[in-house]
């Protein structure tokens, strides 16, 4: 089964949960918009649906994936409430009928285009900049509703992208002194460099992130122990006033965040280079 990198060496239940979450959320988006009684409502909303679960399908980040997720459920409630809220369902008509919005950006830009031709071939695809980028092969034309609103009156015959031509990595010999070498970071985890080679950046920063990472995670466990410890001494305290306190439930949870944060610093440390993608997600 093909994982994430944000969910690699996470617990496979803890996955399957997160991938169910996520298709589900997806199929009960599509079902809401296919309610509603618009065309061109049913065609924005699925669309747009559509879209950005493509954009995020190779989200890596954690944080990321929770924040799109959760995003997703407010956008359902909008669309369950709004068979009985007059605001949402006015809000959602103007976004599918281009009186404010995305669309109203794109068939503004589509009418300062002057050549009708050139016009009517960039309504062929009418997403983002950075959404094309990601994604060339796929496409969302503009829909009859909102050609008239870009005055286009005959539409273009879609053309796929070229194909472009793949540049080769110029390939340069190593001399006898170009050699591996296996060295350590301030941290002590090995890695591996070529002497004689300028090291890449994706290295340097990959090395910079977790030293930073591994910091963070003992400043936290300092933290965890010093609050740790003015527990303790405010149950000596009250023990001496002859004040029964329960402080064991804030000490349990005090000993289990430094737990979690050990292990995380230990896991780092033990598997090396390896692990450096659950640095930038934790």
Same mark, same amino acid.
């Given at each position: 089964m093909k994982v994430a990198t944000a969910f690699q060496g996470v617990n496979r239940s803890i996955v399957k949960e997160a991938r169910s979450a996520t298709l589900d959320l997806y199929r009960s988006l599509l079902k809401a918009a296919a309610q509603f009684p618009e065309s061109h409502q049913r065609y924005f909303l699925r669309e747009t649906v559509r879209e950005r679960f493509r954009f995020h399908r190779h989200e890596t980040s954690r944080q990321r994936v929770l924040k799109c997720l959760q995003e997703g459920s407010k956008a359902l409630e909008i669309m369950c409430d709004a068979k009985s809220n007059a605001v949402y369902m006015e809000r959602i008509d103007a976004l599918a009928t281009a009186k404010a919005g995305p669309l109203k950006h794109v068939v503004g830009k589509l009418r300062r285009i002057p050549d009708l031709n050139k016009r009517a071939s960039a309504a062929l695809d009418i997403r983002?900049?950075?959404?094309?980028?990601?994604?060339?092969?796929? %496409?969302?034309?503009?829909?009859?509703?909102?050609?008239?609103?870009?005055?286009?009156?005959?539409?273009?015959?879609?053309?796929?992208? @070229?194909? =472009? @031509?793949?540049?080769?990595?110029?390939?340069?010999?190593?001399? @006898?002194?170009?050699?591996?070498?296996?060295?350590?970071?301030?941290? &002590?985890?090995?890695?591996?460099?070529? %002497? &004689?080679?300028? =090291?890449?950046?994706?290295?340097?920063?990959?090395?910079?992130?977790?030293?930073?990472?591994? =910091? =963070?995670?003992?400043?936290?466990?300092? #933290?965890?122990?010093?609050?740790?410890?003015?527990?303790?001494?405010?149950?000596?305290?009250?023990?001496?006033?002859? !004040?029964?306190?329960?402080?064991? #439930? +804030?000490?349990?949870?005090?000993?289990?965040?430094?737990? +979690?944060?050990?292990?995380?610093?230990? *896991? !780092?440390? &033990?598997? &090396?280079?390896?692990?450096?993608?659950?640095? *930038? #997600?934790?």
């Open positions: 983002s900049s950075s959404s094309r980028k990601r994604d060339p092969n796929a %496409r969302m034309a503009a829909p009859e509703h909102l050609c008239k609103l870009a005055r286009i009156t005959q539409p273009a015959p879609y053309q796929p992208p @070229p194909n =472009q @031509p793949i540049k080769r990595l110029k390939f340069t010999k190593r001399k @006898p002194y170009m050699v591996s070498i296996r060295t350590h970071d301030a941290n &002590g985890i090995p890695f591996i460099r070529v %002497r &004689g080679w300028r =090291q890449p950046v994706q290295t340097s920063m990959m090395i910079k992130t977790r030293v930073k990472k591994l =910091q =963070q995670w003992m400043d936290k466990i300092h #933290e965890l122990q010093d609050i740790r410890r003015m527990i303790r001494s405010e149950r000596i305290f009250y023990d001496n006033l002859g !004040i029964h306190e329960d402080f064991k #439930e +804030y000490e349990y949870h005090m000993t289990e965040a430094e737990k +979690y944060y050990s292990q995380l610093r230990s *896991r !780092i440390q &033990g598997n &090396g280079i390896d692990d450096h993608t659950t640095l *930038r #997600e934790e």
